[in-house]
């Protein structure tokens, strides 16, 4: 069992998430950007609204003497090439993209070969609708940058929350925390990533998924995830 969760922030998702994870203590949990010493420099380059270009690249350079994959490297390079020529934004593709490739080789395939029920936050489909439809670097090339990440790594499922922009934000605009880089983007940037992630599911995603109305409240999506998953 290898099923992820998935929605805009404000769906509900870690909500659910944290409920579902009481049931499978065994269960390997996972997220994105991040999830192993390396991914999560690579998430702080991503998220982290303070730091400057200069910081972002040289973070970025203090992996490579780190114990990275060859597919890694070669996405940091592209990274930093990108960062160069139009700044963290153009970065962002390479970045998700080597952030998974170290969850996935050292976490996601080692557990799978154990079978190690695994729980994640996040996926591929993240990338194809922040970068792909919301960045308009196109959602096709986006997929094509991760497939021979994921390949072989494919969940057993995928369960998207899915629920309108304008209720997610409204349920956002009571949190105190922190924002990070892309919790500052405007409505219309959220309302492509939705449009990004249903596109997915409708015409790209090769494995199973479901989509859930997260405009529900909590105890009514927990029931219905919990039956899912139980039942996968």
Not at 84 to 91: D, L, T, V, Y
Not at 117 to 130: D, E, M, Q, T, W
Not at 164 to 180: F, I, W, Y
């Amino acid at each position: 069992m290898y099923i992820n969760f998935i929605g805009i922030d404000g769906s509900g998702k870690d909500t659910i998430f944290n409920l579902i994870k009481e049931h499978y203590p065994a269960a390997v949990l996972t997220k994105e950007p991040g999830g192993t010493k390396e991914a999560e420099v690579i998430r702080d380059v991503l998220l982290n609204q303070d730091l400057s270009l200069k910081e972002r690249e040289s973070k970025i350079l203090s992996l490579k003497s780190l114990n990275i994959n060859k597919e890694t490297s070669s996405l940091l390079d592209k990274a930093i090439e990108a960062i160069h020529e139009e700044g963290i934004n153009r970065a962002e593709p390479f970045l998700y993209a080597a952030s998974r490739s170290e969850s996935i080789e050292k976490v996601i395939k080692p557990a799978l070969s154990q079978n190690i029920p695994i729980l994640g936050r996040r996926s591929v489909a993240c990338s194809v609708a922040y970068q792909g439809s919301a960045r308009n670097f196109g959602m096709k090339h986006i997929w094509d940058l991760n497939f021979p990440i994921i390949e072989k790594a494919y969940p057993t499922l995928e369960i998207f929350f899915d629920l309108p922009v304008s209720v997610a934000l409204e349920r956002l605009s009571g949190r105190t925390g922190k924002q990070d880089r892309l919790d500052t983007e405007d409505k219309a940037f959220f309302e492509k990533v939705r449009e990004g992630y249903l596109s997915y599911y409708k015409d790209i995603c090769p494995y199973p998924y479901v989509i859930i109305d997260a405009s529900q409240d909590i105890p009514t999506v927990f029931q219905g995830v919990h039956n899912i998953v139980s039942n996968n």
